[in-house]
């Protein structure tokens, strides 16, 4: 299954059609669901005069398994009512699937997330050509607001093994760390983001006094990158010298 047009065309084309819209093309869909990722959220936008993110489930929400699902999530007060849809974009066709169509945001007070659980099911997805090359986009639509010059859009990617991924922190003179401080390695670059790993010798927070504390900190963001979260799969390893047995953990994390 391929597309009639390259995909950045494609892009290009849905903005400037709905220029009341914003687009979150999703690359390596498959690795959510590899890894269990349970959600990816986009970076905040600007759409009727309000600051938004999509939320998008690759493999459905809470009773909605084996569907995706997107919601609209407003990052401030909305004071008026917004018909919005959320949907996912055919990539043979000039459609997309919402499901249920319209919606109403309606007047809320405080930031709140409204959507749709089941917008189109995995299988789908799949089948129907909403997923090519393990890339499918996502997007939201607000009607009846003034239209503004084109479209927006942006996407996320997940790499499953990024260039220069392994680092490893000498710590030379251990003895005369302050064993009460926070200690953090040198700064390092893997994907699009500068990294710290900081120790606790005598353990932090519940593992004070217990543990030997070792933590990733996502610092700032490589040149011209966007400013998004960034969700991490990683494994924190202290190396035995003598016998090679090694201590390890896999966490996962968003910062």
Known sequence: MSRPIPIEEMVKLFKSRHTTSHLFKIDNFSLFKKYQIEKVESSIFDLGGHKWRLRVYPNGYTNANGHVSIYLMSEAPVNERIEYEVFVVSQLQRKWESNYGKREFGLHSKPIGKGNSKVISVVDLEKNGY?????????????????????????????????????????????????????????????????????????????????????????????????????????????????????????????
């Not at 942006?154 to 003895?175: D, V």
């Not at 543990?211 to 610092?219: D, I, K, Q, R």
């Not at 400013?227 to 035995?240: E, G, S």
């Open 131 to 255: 997923l090519i090359g393990d890339c499918c986009m996502c997007g939201v639509k607000l009607h009846e607001i003034e239209p503004a010059a084109s479209g927006t859009a942006e996407y996320f990617s997940l790499i499953e093994k990024p260039p220069n991924h392994r680092i490893t922190w000498i710590m030379t003179r251990f003895s005369s760390f302050n064993p009460e401080m926070a200690h953090q390695s040198y700064e390092f670059t893997v994907g699009n983001r500068r990294w710290r790993i900081q120790i606790h010798p005598r353990g932090f927070e519940q593992e004070k006094n217990k543990s030997f504390s070792v933590y990733l900190l996502g610092e700032g963001f490589s040149n011209n990158a966007p400013k998004t979260k960034t969700y991490a799969k990683f494994k924190l390893r202290v190396l035995d010298q003598i016998n090679r047995n090694h201590v390890e953990k896999t966490c996962m994390d968003v910062s």
